[in-house]
């Protein structure tokens, strides 16, 4: 397909304005050179009711004992809109969100995790840090330089990192390190005892540390760690206690007891979401060793299991889950403005204890002075990832007007339904099978029905069995009920080969109903299957690409050709449709910049080629670029210091944009009018995954496990 020569598009719905507003986002409001003359006031953005098995006993089992963060958060007065700033809306689910992270080692959570930690703990919501090792290392708290000669001692080195754990959480909570924490110790379903610390000053901040072993290794072979016990090298693994833990005897724990003992977790805080590290960060070809540390991946699949059997815990409340990348940010773009990188890394030189003063009163040391020789990490500081669930292509329209939005709860596709007169949304209603993993893609299939395809992950049959595939799920006629899920496989071989290391679909639909399914295989490369006349599905095929990051994403245009576009660490590739139906041809290097992998694609607004909207590294700003071929046919537009800042996709619906914002907060804005700057509006909730612009307004997932609806026009 030829490249069509750069022209001027003519306004529309879809037009953006390039615009600089020059703003800055300070806490929840933006400050700046933003006019909201004329703008109405509008009611607040509303979230769905949810089904009866989400009903008020859950909610009181969502808060934590003690002081409630509701009531903190009321007596911190709201500000209220001016010309210069734009109006928030408060959802009325506030205080049912109950936010569990787990991860593998002290200061996983820092690195990849923030700025989402952060936030959460401004939100006054519950947030419980979950750390299954005690990250003993090889004992030495000491600074590369000065680590030679010193003597081990992992009891002190895992209090140290404890202490800087305890003193980063404190100082983003109350803006002092030192403020005190209370710490005893609890029964686990395991058998054993852990260790929990509540902050004094804000209860509802809490630390859980297991103490379980850590390999000591990213990828060396060491068969008393997780990675030994999941694979059924050892029977049981061993405990690693701090010094001065009030847990006070030692313990092991079988592949079973780390299950349990992770449920019991979830059981006892009552999580609406969880935050997990990367169970399938792939492994490098050319020597087979892990991307990521081996604790990090195993420590993600044992929480895997123990989600799917408290899935089976009755009267809790709806879980969703959001996955980080960990080590491999290293080579790719930054995501965060520097803004937001600078407070991210004042929180890791806290943790590392770079000052070197004695304020938490122990001899084993204030922090981590392993991290103290380089606390931005590899760049982490400068990052924050989602290793899936970035689609912005959840939600879908029948042909009757109504709207249908799709997300993953506790393992199971969550849908909800907004009939065409109704001004609310019902749901979510869980349908049958389990399994999936965070991030669907949905699409409308040109007899009206809607399908939804997404990735899951397989438990069962031992380490050797687990793996991930690719499922679908469609109505049986137009406005009826899902069919069964559909598994179309892996184009990989084995988990050791590299099947778990698959990114979500992208899919297109061509005229007579075929769907073609694209996805990032682990030789980081894309590879598609193809729908059949008859229904049935062809074989996988390379579709080539190399270094090839993140989720593919598609979009079909007005004439029915579509578009595939991934991210490289330097640039954007697309394959593309020569005529509609026709195979996808490609790759070709679009010649754009740098992005931060995040994609979305809409078709444009005369019909004719789509619009790829992304974000530019280090700083947050929006771009777009029109393509009616393999290559732009417009320059990039930027929205340059809208002040919005954030992190992850654009969603680019009909008329209007959504985007996360610097605060988390969702921040929504009109486009497309000539000579109009876009002017934000924070809707004030933390939310998963990414936005879904479209023609009727923006939905999105909250932390509560709720669908918030912002309608257009507001």
């Given at each position: 397909m030829?490249?069509?020569p750069?022209?001027?598009?003519?306004?529309?719905?879809?037009?953006?304005?390039?615009?600089?507003?020059?703003?800055?986002?300070a806490?929840?409001?933006?400050?700046?050179?933003?006019?909201?003359?004329?703008?109405?006031?509008?009611?607040?953005?509303?979230a769905?009711?949810?089904?009866?098995?989400a009903?008020?006993?859950?909610?009181?089992?969502?808060?934590?004992?003690?002081?409630?963060?509701?009531?903190?958060?009321?007596?911190?007065?709201?500000?209220?809109?001016t010309?210069?700033?734009p109006?928030?809306?408060?959802?009325?689910?506030k205080?049912?969100?109950?936010?569990?992270?787990?991860?593998?080692h002290?200061?996983?959570?820092?690195?990849?995790?923030?700025?989402?930690?952060?936030?959460?703990i401004?939100?006054?919501?519950?947030?419980?840090?979950?750390?299954?090792?005690?990250?003993?290392?090889?004992?030495?708290?000491?600074?590369?330089?000065?680590?030679?000669?010193?003597?081990p001692?992992?009891a002190d080195?895992?209090?140290?990192?404890?202490?800087?754990?305890r003193?980063?959480y404190?100082?983003?909570?109350?803006?002092?390190?030192?403020?005190?924490?209370?710490?005893?110790?609890?029964?686990?379903?395991?058998?054993?005892?852990?260790?929990?610390?509540?902050?004094r000053?804000?209860?509802?901040?809490?630390?859980?540390?297991?103490?379980?072993r850590e390999?000591?290794?990213?990828?060396?072979?060491?068969?008393?760690?997780?990675?030994?016990?999941?694979?059924?090298?050892?029977?049981?693994?061993?405990?690693?206690?701090?010094?001065?833990?009030?847990?006070?005897?030692?313990?092991?724990?079988?592949?079973?007891?780390?299950?349990?003992?992770?449920?019991?977790?979830?059981?006892?805080?009552?999580?609406?979401?969880?935050r997990?590290q990367?169970?399938?960060?792939?492994?490098?070809?050319?020597?087979?060793?892990?991307?990521?540390?081996?604790?990090?991946?195993?420590?993600?699949?044992f929480t895997?299991?123990?989600?799917?059997?408290?899935?089976?815990?009755?009267?809790?409340?709806?879980v969703?889950?959001?996955?980080?990348?960990?080590?491999?940010t290293?080579?790719?773009?930054?995501?965060?403005?520097?803004?937001?990188?600078?407070?991210k890394?004042?929180?890791?030189?806290?943790?590392?204890?770079?000052?070197?003063?004695?304020?938490?009163?122990?001899?084993?040391?204030?922090?981590?002075?392993?991290?103290?020789?380089?606390?931005?990490?590899?760049?982490?500081?400068?990052t924050?990832?989602?290793?899936?669930?970035t689609?912005?292509?959840?939600?879908q329209?029948?042909?009757?007007?109504g709207?249908?939005?799709?997300?993953?709860?506790?393992?199971?596709?969550?849908?909800?339904?907004k009939?065409?007169?109704?001004?609310?949304?019902?749901?979510?209603?869980?349908?049958?099978?389990?399994?999936?993993?965070?991030?669907?893609?949905?699409?409308?299939l040109?007899?009206g029905?809607?399908?939804?395809?997404?990735?899951?992950?397989?438990?069962?049959?031992?380490?050797?069995g687990?793996?991930?595939?690719?499922?679908?799920?469609?109505?049986?006629?137009?406005?009826?009920?899902?069919?069964?899920?559909?598994s179309?496989?892996?184009?990989e071989r084995?988990?050791?080969?590299?099947?778990s290391?698959?990114?979500?679909?992208?899919?297109?639909?061509?005229?007579?109903?075929?769907?073609?399914?694209?996805?990032?295989?682990?030789?980081?490369r894309?590879?598609?299957r193809?729908?059949?006349?008859d229904?049935?599905?062809g074989?996988?095929?390379?579709?080539?690409?190399?270094?090839?990051?993140?989720?593919?994403?598609a979009?079909?245009?007005?004439?029915?050709?579509g578009?595939?576009?991934?991210?490289t660490?330097?640039?954007?590739?697309?394959?593309?449709?020569?005529?509609?139906?026709?195979?996808?041809?490609?790759?070709?290097?679009?010649?754009?910049?740098?992005?931060?992998?995040?994609?979305?694609?809409?078709?444009?607004?005369?019909?004719?080629?789509?619009?790829?909207?992304?974000?530019?590294?280090a700083?947050?700003?929006?771009?777009?670029?029109?393509?009616?071929?393999?290559?732009?046919?417009?320059?990039?537009?930027?929205?340059?210091?809208?002040?919005?800042?954030?992190?992850?996709?654009?969603?680019?619906?009909?008329?209007?944009?959504?985007?996360?914002s610097?605060?988390?907060?969702?921040?929504?804005?009109?486009?497309?009018?000539?000579?109009?700057?876009?002017?934000?509006?924070?809707?004030?909730?933390?939310?998963?995954g990414?936005?879904?612009?479209?023609?009727?307004?923006?939905?999105?997932?909250?932390?509560?496990?709720r669908?918030?609806?912002?309608?257009?026009?507001?």
């Open positions: 030829p490249v069509r750069r022209r001027r598009l003519l306004p529309s719905r879809r037009a953006t304005v390039s615009t600089a507003v020059t703003a800055v986002l806490g929840a409001t933006f400050a700046g050179l933003l006019s909201v003359t004329g703008a109405p006031r509008t009611p607040a953005a509303h769905a009711r949810p089904e009866a098995h009903d008020r006993s859950e909610a009181r089992a969502a808060r934590p004992a003690g002081k409630a963060p509701e009531a903190r958060a009321a007596r911190t007065k709201p500000e209220t809109p010309a210069a700033r109006v928030e809306s408060t959802p009325s689910s205080g049912l969100t109950s936010v569990v992270q787990i991860v593998a002290p200061d996983d959570d820092l690195f990849f995790m923030n700025p989402d930690i952060s936030q959460s401004r939100s006054g919501h519950p947030l419980t840090s979950v750390y299954l090792t005690a990250g003993e290392s090889d004992g030495v708290n000491a600074r590369p330089r000065d680590a030679a000669g010193a003597d001692d992992k080195y895992a209090e140290a990192r404890q202490n800087g754990i003193a980063a404190a100082e983003m909570a109350t803006g002092s390190r030192t403020s005190p924490w209370e710490r005893i110790a609890i029964p686990t379903a395991g058998g054993a005892t852990a260790e929990l610390d509540t902050l000053a804000q209860p509802q901040v809490r630390l859980v540390w297991l103490q379980i390999a000591g290794s990213t990828n060396g072979d060491r068969p008393h760690s997780l990675n030994g016990l999941w694979n059924g090298r050892i029977t049981a693994l061993e405990s690693q206690r701090s010094s001065g833990t009030p847990v006070g005897a030692d313990f092991t724990y079988t592949k079973d007891q780390v299950v349990a003992t992770i449920t019991g977790i979830l059981d006892r805080f009552r999580p609406t979401f969880v997990m990367d169970p399938s960060p792939g492994t490098y070809p050319e020597s087979g060793k892990f991307r990521d540390h081996q604790d990090h991946l195993y420590g993600a699949r895997q299991a123990a989600l799917a059997r408290y899935a089976g815990v009755p009267g809790r409340p709806h969703g889950v959001q996955n980080y990348l960990g080590y491999p290293s080579v790719l773009p930054h995501t965060l403005d520097p803004e937001t990188a600078g407070a890394l004042k929180t890791l030189k806290t943790y590392a204890w770079l000052d070197g003063v004695n304020d938490c009163g122990t001899a084993a040391g204030c922090g981590d002075l392993k991290v103290a020789a380089r606390p931005a990490g590899r760049g982490w500081t400068q924050i990832r989602y290793a899936r669930g689609s912005t292509s959840w939600v329209r029948d042909r009757d007007g709207l249908h939005a799709f997300s993953v709860l506790d393992g199971r596709l969550a849908a909800w339904r009939p065409a007169a109704a001004t609310t949304w019902a749901g979510p209603v869980l349908l049958p099978g389990g399994g999936l993993d965070s991030g669907v893609t949905s699409v409308t040109p007899d029905r809607i399908a939804v395809f997404g990735t899951r992950t397989v438990l069962t049959g031992g380490p050797a687990y793996h991930r595939e690719v499922v679908t799920t469609a109505q049986t006629e137009p406005g009826g009920a899902f069919g069964p899920w559909l179309l496989g892996t184009p084995d988990d050791a080969g590299g099947t290391d698959i990114s979500a679909p992208a899919v297109t639909v061509a005229g007579d109903g075929r769907a073609t399914l694209v996805l990032r295989d682990s030789g980081h894309l590879t598609a193809e729908q059949l006349p229904g049935g599905w074989p996988w095929r390379a579709l080539g690409g190399t270094e090839v990051h993140g989720d593919p994403v979009a079909t245009d007005g004439a029915g050709r578009y595939v576009f991934a991210s660490p330097d640039t954007v590739l697309v394959w593309a449709q020569q005529r509609p139906g026709g195979p996808l041809t490609g790759p070709v290097r679009t010649g754009l910049p740098a992005t931060t992998l995040a994609l979305s694609a809409t078709p444009a607004a005369d019909g004719d080629g789509v619009r790829l909207w992304f974000r530019k590294p700083s947050g700003e929006l771009r777009s670029a029109d393509f009616s071929g393999v290559g732009p046919v417009s320059p990039i537009t930027e929205l340059a210091g809208t002040g919005v800042a954030g992190f992850g996709p654009v969603s680019g619906g009909d008329g209007l944009l959504a985007v996360r610097r605060t988390g907060f969702l921040a929504t804005a009109p486009h497309g009018r000539a000579g109009a700057r876009p002017v934000w509006r924070l809707e004030k909730f933390l939310f998963s990414a936005p879904d612009a479209g023609t009727d307004g923006v939905a999105a997932i909250g932390l509560d496990g669908l918030h609806w912002t309608p257009a026009g507001r």
